[in-house]
């Protein structure tokens, strides 16, 4: 393994340790193996430029040798502190095992590792369900702005109108997009919206002095809805979808009764379809007292196009790190506003943003059925900026044509893609796609090692397995970002995959071939991550 490392001495990196035997097989395969791998890119690739293959780097522990650094100081020009009376036993003699480095090597480092990262910013990103859309670059000129990157949530009220005005319109574009009455930007993401949702359904049911025990979830709903349910106290009850891949209506009907608080349905669901009998659904729900809660996190098919207030939604969230572009992953910290119909209002979390009578904004504490506060302050302000500029750069009908153009696209790879691979379910697709990796199965290949190879054509892979309901699953979602050529040079890489199943499928079942290491041990990875260097004894 050391020699496909350049001969830097990197045997001992403790990310080697964590890659299996079939990755150490493949390494070996990998030093003679450009002439395999070429004979698959002249074939298959024309046109799909490969990432660069950037250069190796070692830990920054192991560029250090002792005495270097990246910092000189002035003479002392204060009289000197005797530290340790100071600190007394805080003081600290020395720093431990710390790298010893100049600036350019770390600069060198860091960049370097900078650029192993696959971004949007270099190409496609299909992530299914993730909607890893690009972050367009207003929104951060605008969040940068002196007086809104420097605000301080202890600012005075009277000196954070500006800040609190944000608040407030963003609050008020959302709830007319969604068609809710009112709303809370409070929660840091998704599933943190779930759980404000389901605690307010909670405390509604409670009010009405019906507690009820049970929350309904289809079998296609994303893994954190019945995780939330069961953190807020309620036992989880599955909903089969049908042959559609649709809530089942005569199922809900049976299965609803007095116990059940709500329903939590995903609209366009996970496998991008729409439940079109949404209106029959909320109706059942209100029949029996229920509510109807929805996952918004796929609001990115509906926004401009259809309102879940308008459908019998009573409480929903959204995802603004997908739906409003605001960064997502390790890029930033994300924000789930919950917006609800009037019967939920007083359960909101505290405070709320309020308009005075002397015509300033302020924040109101005084809320004596909200479920109190969940999050520090008043959420991730960072992102209300930026999916705030995204809204207002787009406008009404910006926003509308970037949900035709999401919807478009996924319709765009459905079609170019059908025939090659297996589509489970028929129904019309909205924002994303779901194949199976059937076809390709037949010859030992299952849609991870797919995606696997998808590195080698410079693409991150989409969503392997998930939804659950779908045997083999390959979810793919483009986004609207993307051009027609970036669509069709995706197409091409996953045709060009299907040929060489057909033709060779052990070389897919060992691929990647053209990235630095080859597969990782991702259970070893995510049960027992390395995470710390240690120097050797
Ligand atoms: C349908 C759906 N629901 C909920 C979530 C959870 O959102 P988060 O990851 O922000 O917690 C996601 C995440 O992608 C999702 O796709």
Redesign the pocket.
């Known amino acids: 393994m050391p020699q496909l490392l350049g001969d830097r001495r990197l045997s001992d990196l403790q990310w080697h340790r964590r890659m299996d035997g079939a990755a150490a097989g493949n390494h070996r395969s990998r030093t003679n193996g450009k002439t395999l791998t070429d004979k698959y890119f002249m074939k298959h690739m024309t046109r799909k430029a490969t990432r660069h293959i950037s250069q190796n780097e070692g830990l920054i522990f192991e560029k250090s040798s002792p005495g270097k650094a990246a910092w000189k100081l002035p003479p002392l020009d204060v009289p000197e502190v005797d530290t340790s009376k100071l600190l007394g036993k805080q003081e600290r003699k020395d720093l431990g095992t710390m790298p010893e480095v100049s600036e350019i090597e770390i600069i060198r480092h860091f960049t370097r590792l900078s650029t192993w990262n696959y971004a949007i910013d270099l190409g496609m990103f299909p992530l299914g369900?993730?909607?890893m859309k690009y972050n367009p670059r207003v929104n951060e000129f605008v969040s940068r702005v002196e007086g809104l990157a420097n605000g301080h949530p202890y600012q005075p009220e009277k000196i954070s109108q500006g800040a609190l005005h944000i608040l407030k319109t963003l609050s008020d574009c959302l709830i007319e997009i969604t068609g809710m009455d009112a709303i809370t930007l409070q929660p840091a993401?998704?599933?943190?919206g779930?759980l404000t949702g389901l605690l307010m359904v909670r405390a509604y049911h409670h009010s009405k002095g019906h507690p009820r025990k049970k929350i309904l979830i289809p079998d296609s709903a994303?893994g954190?809805?019945p995780a939330t349910a069961a953190m807020v106290g309620y036992a989880v009850e599955n909903l089969k979808s049908n042959e559609s891949g649709m809530v089942d209506v005569a199922a809900l009907a049976a299965q609803m009764n007095e116990d059940v608080a709500a329903l939590m349905v995903?609209n366009p669901n996970?496998l991008g379809v729409f439940e079109h009998d949404i209106h029959e659904i909320a109706e059942i729900m209100h029949a029996k007292g229920g509510l109807l809660y929805m996952?918004g996190?796929?609001m990115n098919a509906l926004v401009g196009k259809a309102r879940p207030g308008d459908f019998g939604v009573d409480v929903m969230h959204l995802?603004l790190?997908?739906t409003f572009s605001t960064p997502h992953g390790g890029g930033g910290p994300?924000s789930?506003p919950v917006a609800v119909k009037r019967i939920l209002e007083p359960f909101l979390p505290k405070p709320v943003v309020v308009s005075k009578a002397d015509g300033t904004l302020g924040f109101d504490y005084n809320r004596p059925q909200s479920v109190g506060r969940v999050r520090a302050f008043y959420g991730n302000f960072g992102m209300f900026v930026r999916a705030l500029a995204y809204i207002f750069a787009n406008g009404p009908d910006g926003l509308r044509q970037t949900t035709e153009d999401a919807v478009l696209n996924a319709n765009y790879i459905r079609k170019g893609l059908e025939g090659t691979y297996d589509l489970p379910y028929s129904t019309r697709s909205m924002h994303e796609v779901v194949f199976s990796d059937k076809v390709q199965a037949k010859k030992g290949v299952r849609t991870m090692d797919i995606a696997k190879r998808l590195i080698d054509y410079g693409f991150h892979p989409y969503t392997t397995a998930f939804p659950l309901i779908v045997s083999g699953a390959m979810m793919i979602e483009p986004t609207e970002s993307e051009p027609k050529e970036e669509l069709d040079l995706f197409i091409e890489a996953m045709k060009s995959i299907a040929a060489e199943v057909e033709e060779d499928p052990q070389f897919v079942l060992d691929s990647p071939h053209n990235t630095r290491i080859s597969r990782l041990d991702e259970v070893a990875a995510a049960r027992k991550p390395v995470l710390r260097w240690k120097p050797e004894a």
């Open positions: 369900s993730c909607t993401a998704g599933a943190h779930e994303h954190t809805n995903t996970t996952d996190a796929n995802n790190h997908k994300g789930g």
